[in-house]
């Protein structure tokens, strides 16, 4: 999904973080999903999760995602790479990230390629 | 917004709780000020929060937060009477609501006749 044109990836600063975009990020449920196989796989490329969405669907998942604060992306050759912002989640909003994790267990997605 | 003709307000019992549910209702500002006020004021009667909205809408709203199990409603009379279910969601979520009182702090609306 990584492009030579691509514009700059913006993460919002921890400070900026907020509960209720996020919450409202989580409230779709291939979001959700997106978040809880990131919970299991640390880092996976945009292109092997194996959800039923178109790729601008999911190129505009993944951008909300990221604007939101739940996940870090970045480009690593022609792949872009998402992991979960686990330790600044964790500092402004102790306990959110384990109790989406936990509550949306069983809706994590296949990873082509994955163990 | 009681009346006699009103169906039976149903909540959904404590172990039917979904986070996800409760985070699809908190994503909009209105429903997120409703539950802030509620935060503040123990008991709050529907047609008592200044809120922008028509009381069509604010029905709709009123009726998701207690579908998603974020407020519990009683008929008072002629008047619909609002609380949060603070020790449901407490055991069901631990944090979570304290999270989102604190978060959501500054969202309070005034209510006609409180203190």
Same mark, same amino acid.
């Given at each position: ?7 700059? #990836? =913006?993460?919002?600063?921890? &400070?900026?973080?907020?509960? $209720? =975009? ?9 979001? #959700?999903?997106? =978040?809880? !196989?990131?919970?299991?796989? !640390?880092?996976?490329?945009?292109? !092997? $999760? +194996? ?10 998942? $993944?951008?909300?995602? &990221?604007?939101?604060? #739940?996940?870090?992306? &970045? ?7 998402? *992991?979960?912002? &686990?330790?600044? @989640?964790?500092?402004? $909003?102790?306990?959110? @990230?384990?109790? =989406?994790?936990? +509550? ?5 997605? *296949? ?5």
């Amino acid at each position: 999904m990584a492009s030579r044109t691509s514009s700059p #990836l =913006v993460h919002p600063d921890e &400070r900026e973080l907020d509960l $209720f =975009v996020i919450m409202s990020a989580l409230a779709d449920p291939i979001r #959700l999903s997106i =978040v809880v !196989t990131l919970g299991v796989h !640390t880092e996976v490329p945009c292109g !092997t $999760f +194996e959800l039923p969405v178109a790729k601008s669907a999911l190129s505009r998942h $993944f951008r909300i995602l &990221r604007e939101s604060g #739940l996940i870090r992306q &970045r480009d690593a050759g022609t792949r872009r790479v998402n *992991a979960l912002r &686990r330790e600044e @989640l964790g500092r402004r $909003f102790p306990g959110l @990230l384990d109790l =989406v994790l936990k +509550e949306g267990a069983g809706r994590e997605v *296949a990873v082509a390629g994955a163990d």
